[in-house]
């Protein structure tokens, strides 16, 4: 699988100004060579070029982790004196012929670290952007990895079923989220979450991105949760709202409208649609209802080996959906100091129609 990746990297290079590209340890690095390193103060870089094999520049201790490589690559280790990390990376652009060469890094997971490395062992190389290689190569989802995020889907669906009986007035933000996070580990899901779980409860749940406090849920509460599973590598992310004891009729109705906004956004969701209609269906529903302004995110995003990646559903966004890719589709309303209401779903495209992966109910359940 690697070895395909690593062949239709070459034709993107050769039909791109780069000569190499070059990545640090993440999910780039691990996507191309199957190795997983952590991001520590000990610089990993993978060097690939058009016309040499593969250098992994990499600490002396992850030698063992190296021979597993999926590809063949060459290696250069350093030692724990920091005085000799500059000599390795000098080394494996000497060994490359990298001198005046355009060489593409991902904006996004590129640290000034390793950065600095690259240029004062290239300092006549031009380190520029290479982040629609990035996207292109990844954007599109293989049969084993759509698998695996079915399986995260799966996982995390099961951990939030086991997760409702402990939901009860009185149980703060956090011990919920404990509770989840234990029930995603004991369902299978790969210890290191995708993102920690958003259980965000009453005014709480007006904030999106809310961070889980000692807040205790109330009764008359939204209650969202927003939570994902890590199968293989690959992530789930997923959303639901709940009523705590009752529903107030305000919060009946924007849930209502996110539902439909949500079905609508899924609808429309078809191969050859471009990431700004979806958005703009989605919109549109909620707009229409009088509450455009307190949407206040896009539609979606692309998930795979990240929780946020290509492609992203929002407005004047023109990329064009593809058989393969893997998205969410999650419109919210949120009302400033009272509560807010997600609807969060993942769908894949399949022979140019949405398939929606997640199961769980959408409408307002009261707990």
Not at 31 to 58: A, K
Not at 77 to 104: C, I, M, R
Request: aromatic letters at 8%; one cysteine or more.
């Amino acid at each position: 699988m690697t070895q395909n990746r690593i062949h239709r990297l070459m034709g993107l290079l050769k039909a791109s100004q780069f000569h190499a590209l070059v990545m640090n340890a993440g999910v780039d690095l691990s996507y191309y060579c199957g190795l997983q390193f952590h991001l520590s103060e000990r610089p990993v870089i993978l060097i690939i070029t058009l016309d040499s094999e593969p250098i992994l520049i990499h600490p002396e201790l992850e030698t063992e982790k190296v021979k597993s490589s999926s590809i063949s690559l060459k290696s250069i280790a350093y030692g724990e004196d920091p005085s000799q990390w500059l000599g390795s990376f000098t080394k494996a652009f000497d060994d490359l012929h990298l001198e005046k060469e355009n060489v593409g890094i991902n904006p996004i997971s590129m640290r000034f670290l390793e950065l600095e490395y690259l240029k004062k062992a290239s300092p006549q190389s031009y380190f520029v952007s290479a982040s629609s290689i990035f996207s292109t190569m990844r954007i599109q989802k293989e049969l084993v990895e759509i698998s695996s995020i079915k399986k995260a889907v799966e996982v995390a669906e099961t951990a939030l079923k086991n997760t409702i009986q402990f939901i009860k007035i009185g149980k703060t933000e956090k011990e919920i989220a404990n509770e989840l996070t234990l029930q995603l580990l004991q369902a299978g899901s790969d210890p290191d979450l995708p993102f920690m779980p958003i259980v965000a409860s009453g005014p709480n749940s007006a904030n999106p991105h809310a961070i889980p406090t000692e807040r205790k849920i109330t009764s008359g509460d939204l209650l969202i949760i927003d939570w994902g599973a890590h199968a293989n590598g690959y992530v789930s992310d997923i959303t639901r709202t709940f009523a705590i004891g009752f529903i107030q009729e305000e919060f009946k109705k924007i849930s209502q409208i996110v539902e439909e906004a949500n079905q609508d956004a899924r609808k429309i969701a078809l191969k050859g649609v471009t990431s700004h209609r979806v958005d703009e269906a989605a919109r549109k529903v909620i707009t229409n209802a009088g509450y455009g302004q307190y949407f206040i995110h896009r539609t979606g995003h692309g998930i795979g080996l990240e929780a946020h990646e290509e492609p992203y559903l929002q407005a004047g966004n023109q990329k064009v959906l593809d058989d393969g890719m893997v998205f969410t589709i999650e419109p919210g309303i949120y009302l400033p100091e009272k509560g807010g209401v997600r609807i969060e779903d993942n769908v894949v495209i399949d022979n140019g129609q949405a398939i929606t992966i997640t199961t769980l109910p959408r409408e307002l359940q009261i707990l």
